[in-house]
């Protein structure tokens, strides 16, 4: 089963329609999570009904900011606990495997001053430890300097954001291949997307990996995550998993 996620920036622009037909061709996941779509459902269902996803769940742009969008095939069920704005949180199952995981799909705060309310909620949402949970998305902010490449270095408050987040929920980084950044504007590049995982969520999925794709039509490259891959790594991958 693969999962996509991507902060399209905007799902009316013929280029982003074309880099998202060719991801849903070559990757046929299960599961899409689109940010900052900037269109309205009676666009998107026309979008979903294109691209052959028998379901969809979707929050609203507030004027031309902003829009999530969550689709998925017939088969995984899929449960919605809670959304607004900037996360949609619940649960899924697939029809050939037992286990139920739960996941909180986020797209982070850009702004620092609101961002202490929103991560409030993600630590409202953390699941007991035996509960397999995800989160991936764009959480907006750099929790290191080596996810940075350009003229500032990370604001210390991305750090400590990250960190409390990670040891509150009882979280850790998946690890990843592709380019060490996730979204690039002129010469600064940053790693602002990423997934988080618990140990039961990692024994769940044991082998899976998550995947940088190359950015195009939006200045964020999607993730892809292959929930049952066995990796193979090239002579030139580059593997990086942070933890405290």
Not at 74 to 80: L, M, Q
């Amino acid at each position: 089963m693969n999962l996509l996620s991507w902060n399209c920036q905007g799902l009316g622009q013929a280029l982003t329609q074309r880099a998202l037909n060719a991801l849903l061709f070559k990757y046929s996941p299960c599961l899409v999570f689109l940010m900052e779509t900037k269109k309205q459902k009676r666009y998107l269902e026309r979008l979903r009904r294109k691209f052959a996803y028998s379901s969809s769940m979707y929050v609203d742009p507030q004027g031309y900011l902003g829009g999530l969008a969550l689709w998925w095939t017939a088969k995984v069920n899929i449960s919605i606990f809670s959304s607004d704005k900037k996360m949609i949180d619940g649960c899924c199952s697939e029809a050939s495997f037992s286990s139920t995981w739960h996941f909180s799909f986020v797209y982070g705060e850009p702004n620092i001053q609101p961002r202490s309310t929103m991560w409030n909620r993600i630590l409202n949402l953390r699941r007991p430890e035996f509960i397999p949970w995800l989160i991936i998305s764009d959480l907006n902010l750099v929790g290191d300097s080596r996810d940075k490449k350009g003229k500032r270095s990370p604001p210390q408050i991305d750090r400590r954001i990250l960190e409390e987040l990670i040891s509150s929920c009882s979280l850790r980084e998946l690890s990843y291949c592709g380019s060490p950044y996730t979204w690039a504007r002129g010469n600064i590049s940053e790693r602002l997307d990423r997934a988080l995982i618990n140990d039961a969520w990692s024994q769940l999925f044991p082998n899976a990996q998550l995947f940088h794709c190359t950015r195009i039509g939006s200045d964020h490259c999607p993730l892809l995550l292959s929930l049952k891959a066995i990796p193979t790594f090239p002579k030139r991958q580059f593997r990086y998993e942070l933890k405290w």
